[in-house]
């Protein structure tokens, strides 16, 4: 082996890692708002499905997006209290499913050659062992903000994301924490626009 390959052969797990780091899927975000926002105030949350008032399943969106208003500017009340200047109207939603295989399985390749010495044909097998692409989930939150003096909505926007089943990404926790981030990161936003945020 030259010494350049050995070069290459040692950069090699080095390059894996560098795509692997790079490999995170983005979010999408979408806000809609008028003018003047407030940026500040009092804000309880609330599920949109009342019935999740209380469950555990509904704290993890909960307090994410308790996190996210709190470093918008918002002082967030707590759970149950039902005062304030806002009202954080939260839902979340994960769906899951299976990508397809890209190609087959099993693969056959022909080769052949002519020379001076005489001729040759090959045939090559290449098979999968990969298996089944792994399921994907896409987590989804969306945020209403309302005024709690007339019930009018000032801002509202949702966020999506997906990564493979079994990830760290997929986990509801994680999840909802990106989402959260994502869609309050330079709050308000501009308006009616879809943007990929890392």
């Known amino acids: 082996m030259t010494r350049f390959n050995q070069a290459m052969c040692a950069l090699l797990p080095i390059t894996l890692l560098a795509g692997c780091a790079t490999a995170i899927a983005p979010v999408d975000v979408t806000r809609f ?7 500040s105030g009092t804000v309880h949350i609330v599920p949109a499905n009342p019935a999740d008032e209380g469950r555990l399943e509904f704290r993890t969106p909960a307090n994410a997006a308790r996190a996210a208003l709190t470093r918008t500017g918002f002082a967030v009340l707590d759970e149950g209290v039902r005062r304030g200047d806002y009202e954080a109207v939260v ?42 692409p792994k399921p994907i989930v896409a987590s989804r939150l969306r ?3 309302r005024r709690m003096s007339d019930g009018t909505a000032i801002w509202e926007g949702r966020a999506e994301t997906q990564a493979k089943e079994g990830t760290p990404a997929a986990q509801p ?6 989402l959260a981030d994502a869609l309050f990161r330079d709050f308000p936003g501009a308006s009616g626009v879809t943007i990929s945020v890392k």
Not at 33 to 39: K, L, P, Q, S, T
Not at 104 to 126: D, E, N
Not at 173 to 178: L, R, S, V
């Open 143 to 145: 945020v209403q903000l």
């Open 173 to 178: 926790g994680i999840a909802a924490g990106k």
């Open 91 to 132: 839902e979340i939603g994960r769906q899951t499913h299976q990508p397809g295989r890209t190609r087959s399985p099993v693969s056959v390749g022909v080769g052949g050659s002519t020379g001076s010495y005489g001729s040759g044909l090959g045939v090559g097998l290449g098979i999968d062992l990969s298996g089944k």
């Open 33 to 39: 708002h008028g003018e003047g926002v407030a940026r």
